[in-house]
């Protein structure tokens, strides 16, 4: 509660607009009540502003007027410079006027066009979209910040005690070495951003040798690229969970690693593993699971599981908005 409590009053410190494009859904819009009230960012809402008036009062929201903006991408004015944005950043990819002008009809294509063209500081989807839905629009025209080589993601997983740090658990399926290096060295850097310091558990089947197999050498491969990299980073693997946060276990599998039982950032072996460990922890163990938030991009998109909550949103928004701030 204190991690979301200090995410929310760092999001206040400046000013950000965060554009929502589903702005219909019933969770997005009570989450936009809770975020005007508490004043944690400004907000653009995409959609029909008919339908979008309906939803709220429905769910008994009503929207301010100050600091909501409603835009119909199907009416807006900004369309047709954005149609002809799109053609231009993608023509190279044999996009064409038609399949530009399509594209803008759609929320994604339209929220994240506003968060290139600097008309908002970040974009939040994904409650009712799927994660590659929500994600493509970015990876064609917002691109990777300079020097990295693939986004992915991080869950920050509140749990009792500790936020812990899960990636990747939705981006990257079959992760390669390389990319595992990658995911593990931008989750180490959002740890940070976050006030958490890292220490990077590469995770595996196998305790140092106690395993063996193709999954367990990729990862010991990524542990190794990592720590050539990143020379200053305390980096373990490979090394399983239990090793990984619990002492006792660490004294009995790895005693002498400086990771081993004091673990903060855990690296997933691949999409299976990591997207269904985060659901465990939060739906059986109670955790707040704040994310996706993705790491590596020039600019700040984020996704939602659909399955999330109206805190889940206002969280997500507090991240983007940190985010904006940050780049
Ligand atoms: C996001 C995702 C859809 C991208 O797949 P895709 O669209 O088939 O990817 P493509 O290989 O066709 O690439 C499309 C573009 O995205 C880029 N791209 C793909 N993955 C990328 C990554 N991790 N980082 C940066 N760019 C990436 C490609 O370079 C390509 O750019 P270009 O068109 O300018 O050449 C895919 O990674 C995915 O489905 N991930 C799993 C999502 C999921 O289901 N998660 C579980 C629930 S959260
Ligand atoms: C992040 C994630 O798993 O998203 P969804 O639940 O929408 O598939």
Redesign the pocket.
Same mark, same amino acid.
């Given at each position: 509660m204190l991690f979301e409590y200090s995410l929310i009053q760092r999001a206040r410190e400046k000013r950000v607009r965060i554009v929502l494009p589903e702005g219909s859904e019933p969770r997005i819009l009570q989450a936009v009540d809770v975020l005007r009230r508490r004043d944690v960012a400004d907000i653009v809402l995409l959609g029909d502003p008919v339908a979008i008036r309906a939803a709220a009062s429905h769910v008994g929201v009503a929207i301010p007027e100050a600091g909501v903006e409603i835009i119909d991408p199907k009416s807006s004015p900004l369309r047709e410079s954005f149609i002809n944005d799109y053609y231009a950043m993608r023509k190279h990819?044999g996009a064409t006027m038609d399949v530009a002008s399509d594209r803008m009809l759609e929320v994604s294509y339209f929220g994240t066009m506003m968060v290139e063209k600097g008309l908002a500081g970040g974009m939040v989807s994904g409650s009712i979209h799927?994660?590659?839905n929500t994600?493509?629009p970015a990876?064609?025209f917002i691109k990777?910040r300079e020097g990295v080589g693939?986004? &992915?993601s991080v869950f920050l997983m509140c749990l009792k005690h500790d936020v812990l740090v899960y990636g990747d658990c939705?981006?990257?399926?079959n992760p390669t070495a390389d990319q595992l290096a990658e995911i593990a060295s931008s989750s180490a850097d959002t740890a940070l951003q976050f006030g958490i310091e890292p220490r990077v558990a590469m995770l595996s089947y196998s305790t140092g040798e106690s395993g063996h197999g193709e999954d367990v050498e990729r990862v010991r491969e990524a542990t190794a690229i990592l720590k050539r990299k990143r020379p200053e980073l305390l980096v373990e693997g490979p090394l399983q969970y239990d090793a990984a946060i619990d002492p006792a276990v660490a004294a009995t599998k790895m005693p002498s690693s400086a990771v081993a039982g004091r673990a903060t950032v855990f690296i997933f072996p691949d999409?299976n593993t990591g997207?269904n460990t985060y659901k465990a922890v939060q739906r059986s163990a109670g955790a707040v699971a704040i994310g996706?938030v993705l790491q590596?991009l020039r600019k700040p998109v984020n996704?939602l &599981?659909r399955g999330c909550t109206v805190a889940d949103i206002v969280n997500t928004v507090a991240i983007t908005a940190i985010q904006a701030q940050d780049s």
């Amino acid at each position: 509660m204190l991690f979301e409590y200090s995410l929310i009053q760092r999001a206040r410190e400046k000013r950000v607009r965060i554009v929502l494009p589903e702005g219909s859904e019933p969770r997005i819009l009570q989450a936009v009540d809770v975020l005007r009230r508490r004043d944690v960012a400004d907000i653009v809402l995409l959609g029909d502003p008919v339908a979008i008036r309906a939803a709220a009062s429905h769910v008994g929201v009503a929207i301010p007027e100050a600091g909501v903006e409603i835009i119909d991408p199907k009416s807006s004015p900004l369309r047709e410079s954005f149609i002809n944005d799109y053609y231009a950043m993608r023509k190279h990819k044999g996009a064409t006027m038609d399949v530009a002008s399509d594209r803008m009809l759609e929320v994604s294509y339209f929220g994240t066009m506003m968060v290139e063209k600097g008309l908002a500081g970040g974009m939040v989807s994904g409650s009712i979209h799927t994660t590659a839905n929500t994600i493509r629009p970015a990876f064609e025209f917002i691109k990777t910040r300079e020097g990295v080589g693939c986004v &992915s993601s991080v869950f920050l997983m509140c749990l009792k005690h500790d936020v812990l740090v899960y990636g990747d658990c939705a981006v990257i399926a079959n992760p390669t070495a390389d990319q595992l290096a990658e995911i593990a060295s931008s989750s180490a850097d959002t740890a940070l951003q976050f006030g958490i310091e890292p220490r990077v558990a590469m995770l595996s089947y196998s305790t140092g040798e106690s395993g063996h197999g193709e999954d367990v050498e990729r990862v010991r491969e990524a542990t190794a690229i990592l720590k050539r990299k990143r020379p200053e980073l305390l980096v373990e693997g490979p090394l399983q969970y239990d090793a990984a946060i619990d002492p006792a276990v660490a004294a009995t599998k790895m005693p002498s690693s400086a990771v081993a039982g004091r673990a903060t950032v855990f690296i997933f072996p691949d999409l299976n593993t990591g997207n269904n460990t985060y659901k465990a922890v939060q739906r059986s163990a109670g955790a707040v699971a704040i994310g996706p938030v993705l790491q590596g991009l020039r600019k700040p998109v984020n996704d939602l &599981s659909r399955g999330c909550t109206v805190a889940d949103i206002v969280n997500t928004v507090a991240i983007t908005a940190i985010q904006a701030q940050d780049s």
